[in-house]
């Protein structure tokens, strides 16, 4: 009888401390993890220098394409700025250089190399001015020049830093992944550039664009 007494009273410690450490369901629901969502940016300040810039050069004053690279390249960071409407009306995705990386890989999705040196596969900062009219691409069928205007970008032409459709290039968000890291151009889906292609024709001018990382 005692050596009952002992094992039941053990049994019942044992109990006790398995339910004392044991997490409890209802808290175990509550534990969920941390979500985090990126805050919409103000890009304001560059609409209104923007603009400025864009009546000073006798460009198009519809609107200018944002490119803002310190955004996850799997998050849509190419943006539409209407100066009418005062605010962005479209966004897409877009790549970025893979600078010394291999290509069409996102080993720089969250941090892009920047360079305007040719042969350095890398995208470059600053102001460029859109061709009107696109042009044959052998590569990619067709394709917008881009016109570097500054210290950052002027070896656009020479390095061949063009808007081109490409087809591995997804229309929706692949984050956390990256999208394909080009050798430094703005490439967009095929989809994408048939809407940029149908806004670009509709000016008739030279358009903005203005590649940032703020």
Not at 34 to 44: F, S
Not at 48 to 77: P, Q, W
Not at 135 to 140: A, K, L
Not at 165 to 184: F, K, L
Request: charged share 25%.
């Amino acid at each position: 009888m005692k050596r009952l007494k002992i094992f039941l009273s053990a049994l019942v410690l044992l109990f006790l401390g398995s339910a004392y450490f044991m997490p409890k369901a209802e808290s175990l629901g509550k534990e969920k993890p941390e979500i985090k969502t990126q805050e919409p940016k103000d890009y304001k300040k560059y609409a209104e220098e923007a603009l400025l810039y864009c009546k000073k050069n006798k460009i198009s004053t519809d609107f200018f394409v944002l490119i803002d690279f310190s955004i996850h390249s799997g998050k849509k960071r190419m943006f539409i700025w209407d100066f009418k409407k005062d605010k962005i009306t479209d966004s897409f995705l877009v790549s970025h250089g893979c600078g010394s990386q291999p290509t069409a890989r996102d080993y720089s999705k969250e941090k892009p190399a920047f360079s305007n040196q040719p042969n350095s596969h890398s995208s470059s900062l600053g102001k460029y001015w859109i061709g009107t009219k696109k042009v044959p691409s052998p590569s990619f069928g067709e394709k917008y020049l881009l016109y570097g205007k500054e210290t950052t970008n002027n070896n656009a032409l020479k390095r061949d830093i063009v808007i081109h459709p490409w087809s591995i290039i997804p229309d929706e968000e692949p984050y956390p992944s990256g999208v394909p890291e080009s050798w430094g151009c703005p490439a967009v889906s095929p989809d994408v550039f048939k809407v940029l292609d149908e806004k670009f024709q509709s000016v008739g001018k030279n358009i903005l664009l203005w590649a940032i990382y703020p």
